[in-house]
């Protein structure tokens, strides 16, 4: 009983614990749970069936999820199929026509799989998350377009050092990032700055402007925009992956591979248009020829959008057509990582990453239980 006594204490001491994991009901219903039936199931099921590993993975992805529908709406209010014409809006299109009405699908997707794998958390006694108190960051300041101006932001768009090393990962036929190897970028200027994916104000909007060539500058922000969709999307592809693979209940993973297959499409489908960006220069930022630069090299060009087969798990199988990377170890702190390097988070409290770490520090925890 000593021994129960201070695992207790220990696990409660873990602020996470109550704060993030099972809800507070459903630990006391662990807790008694442990008495009848042992330190076997020690906090691993909560009242209704779901490991605590299984929430703790979906309440990341949750999060991931909010975050992700707070950049895709900051992109749908601007250049969505509902915006009206603009200098941007153009530019977007220079690299598809259907750019507004992708933009605008990609945000629905992701408010949808908020609020489903919420609903579906708290249908299994777990707590779903709730970032608005973090929704604090002043966002773009264009006034022509009503409801921007004064709206807060959970995420910042306008200081992004877009990585950009997906588009060569993708295109290695013989590495992989979970065997180590590091990758160029296909922009290596968008990565060494801080850059605007969206208009700041209304000059950068170009309201009513649709003339093409669009304006340079304007058009470096939608290239910039082009790129960040497939940057956001090819980590959500690799995450939903990753925790694919710790989760126990059959049901949460048929939730993961389903949401995940989404991202994946999401990906496929920026990763095709990114390649269509304006070549230009704009100050330091640099979008190259990616279509018609000769000779180009195959990590480069353009329209090698399907996953080159490389290296899978180790060198002595023959290549193979993957997503990756998708090794598990540290994933969901590595999400994090890589999106705060991203700049997406830029102004956001200490309250606010002590958070969303914790998050990831119990997903990155959860083990599949056989
Ligand atoms: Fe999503
Ligand atoms: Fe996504």
């Known amino acids: 009983m000593a021994k129960l ?40 099921v909560s009242s209704s069936g779901i490991t605590e590993g299984d929430a703790a993975v979906l309440r990341f992805l949750a999060a991931a999820e909010i975050l992700e529908t707070d950049l895709w709406q900051q992109y ?21 026509a259907d750019m507004p009405q992708y933009i605008s699908d990609n945000t629905d997707d992701e408010k949808s799989h908020e609020l489903f794998i919420n609903a579906y958390l708290m249908s299994k006694g777990a707590k779903p998350v709730n970032l608005e108190p973090f929704r604090n960051l002043e966002g773009s300041e264009v006034t022509v377009i009503p409801g921007i101006d004064g709206k807060r932001r959970l995420t910042n768009l306008m200081q992004l050092s877009v990585d950009t090393s997906w588009w060569t990962r993708y295109r290695s036929g013989n590495q992989n990032p979970d065997l180590g190897d590091t990758f160029p970028n296909a922009v290596p200027t968008l990565v ?20 093409t060539p669009v304006n340079n500058h304007i058009q470096a922000i939608a290239n910039t925009a082009g790129f960040h969709f497939a940057f956001i999307e090819q980590g959500g592809t690799s995450l939903y992956a990753a925790m694919a693979q710790k989760v126990t209940s059959l049901e949460v993973l048929r939730i993961v591979l389903s949401i995940g297959g989404t991202e994946i499409m999401h990906f496929q489908t920026w990763h095709d248009k990114a390649g269509n960006a304006i070549p230009l220069t704009d100050g330091t930022l640099v979008f190259p020829d990616l279509k018609n630069d000769i000779p180009q090299p195959e990590s480069l ?3 090698l959008i399907m996953p080159e087969p490389t ?3 180790s060198k002595k199988f023959p290549v ?6 998708t090794a598990t170890k540290d994933v969901a702190m590595g999400a994090v990582n890589g999106l705060t390097k991203d700049g997406l988070f830029m102004g956001q409290s200490p309250d606010f990453f002590e958070f969303l770490k914790d998050l990831a520090h119990e997903a990155d925890e959860a083990q599949r239980q056989i």
Do not use: W
């Open 5 to 44: 006594d201070s695992t207790i204490k220990a696990r409660a001491n873990r602020r996470s614990f109550l704060k993030n994991g099972i809800a507070a009901a459903g630990a006391v219903t662990v807790g008694a749970g442990m008495l009848s039936g042992g330190l076997s199931a020690l906090g691993a």
């Open 76 to 96: 749908t209010e601007l250049g969505g199929v509902h915006a009206p014409p603009s200098a941007y809006q153009t530019g977007l299109q220079q690299l598809d």
């Open 192 to 211: 060494k700055g801080k850059f605007t994916a969206i208009p700041r104000n209304d000059a950068e909007l170009g309201l009513a402007v649709t003339t």
């Open 301 to 303: 060009q353009s329209n």
């Open 311 to 313: 290296v899978f798990l």
């Open 320 to 325: 193979c057509s993957i997503i990756r990377p």
